[in-house]
């Protein structure tokens, strides 16, 4: 009899551990990880262990250092400044992307700008696996759980209670991010590296690092970005990503500038529309074969729509193409002419 209640009791959990499992729903964060190709494996990671310091001791000096900074956090809750914390508790890539993307200056998406997505992606995920041995060897508590307090994001708290503290994950990404969209647009990089040292300190502000663990992150994911650049995949991808802003760079500031400028009754350029004539002449090639400009540029126009339309059909080479004729030389000789006065 007692055989056959055990066995029913084994039954049993084992039906409800089964149906858990089977119910359960997957961890994003780890589907992430799982599905986009890495650029480095866990081995071939600097090694935090290594080269960073041990976090600073419950009674080391240093860690009055962390103390502060706590109390510092805690003093920026209840306002925009922990607002802001909140929105930047995001794990998965696609999330960061909505704060990054702005100041970038471009709407960074797979769809709108492949190559840029792709090798971010694939570096910041790869980047994740920086942190895996020494949150492992420190499996430091974190200041919330340190303290028994609240953070500005409770939702998270279980499950972070069993993560190490050192160093923080989130600074890893957030500043590995600022680094590498730095790489390809460097005229953003006051903005976005203002981003990710921000992104840092909103760990701090929300309870859940010390100042160490974000410092110790910031490090470890510059050594990160320094490491990706010995992967010839990750240079390929790189350069690919660059020329892509480049090129759309360049598209969108065409556009801008046609769009733009106001068409007016006058036959006189506007002087904005005539710096935009003097750049495109100094793109156009030399050696472009004399040949006759076509009427469907110059029909019913004035001289500003003139100008306005053959700025923008220029190309990137310099050259101006009407169907297959080559009529740069012709475009250049009309164009002079609306400079002159």
């Not at 701090?204 to 010839?232: K, M």
Request: proline residues 7%.
């Amino acid at each position: 009899m007692r055989s056959c209640v055990l066995a029913a009791l084994i039954a049993a959990v084992q039906l409800g551990v089964a149906g858990a499992s089977t119910s359960a729903k997957p961890d994003p964060f780890e589907a992430e990880l799982a599905s986009v190709p890495l650029y480095l494996t866990e081995a071939e990671m600097p090694d935090a262990v290594s080269f960073l310091p041990e976090p600073p001791g419950w009674s080391s000096p240093l860690f009055l250092g962390d103390h502060a900074s706590y109390l510092w956090g805690k003093s920026q809750r209840g306002g925009a400044r922990e607002a802001t914390a909140v929105e930047q508790c995001v794990f998965l890539f696609d999330d960061m992307l909505r704060f990054y993307r702005k100041a970038f200056g471009m709407d960074v998406s797979r769809a709108n700008t492949p190559a840029i997505y792709n090798v971010l992606l694939r570096a910041n995920v790869t980047a994740r696996l920086a942190s895996k041995r020494p949150k492992a060897r420190y499996m430091r508590t974190r200041p919330y759980a340190r303290y028994g307090e609240p953070t500005s994001m409770p939702s998270d708290e279980a499950v972070l209670r069993t993560n190490g503290s050192y160093p923080s994950g989130h600074s890893i990404r957030g500043w590995c991010l600022a680094l590498l969209m730095t790489e390809i647009n460097p005229d953003a990089q006051d903005a976005l590296l203002c981003l990710g040292y921000e992104w840092g300190e909103s760990r701090v502000i929300s309870g859940y690092h010390w100042r160490s663990d974000v410092e110790a992150g910031r490090h470890l994911a510059a050594a990160v970005v320094a490491r990706l650049h010995a992967s010839d995949e990750f240079l390929v991808d790189m350069a690919a990503a660059r020329a892509e802003f480049a090129r759309l760079r360049q598209s969108r500031a065409r556009a801008t500038v046609i769009t733009a400028q106001p068409i007016v009754n006058e036959d006189v350029p506007e002087p904005s529309v005539c710096n935009e004539i003097e750049h495109a002449l100094a793109r156009a090639p030399t050696d472009a074969p004399p040949t006759a400009i076509v009427p469907l540029v110059t029909n019913g126009l004035n001289r500003t729509q003139i100008a306005i339309r053959l700025v923008s059909a220029q190309r990137a080479d310099g050259r101006w193409l009407v169907g297959t004729n080559d009529v740069t030389a012709a475009a250049v000789e009309l164009l002079k002419g609306m400079l002159e006065p």
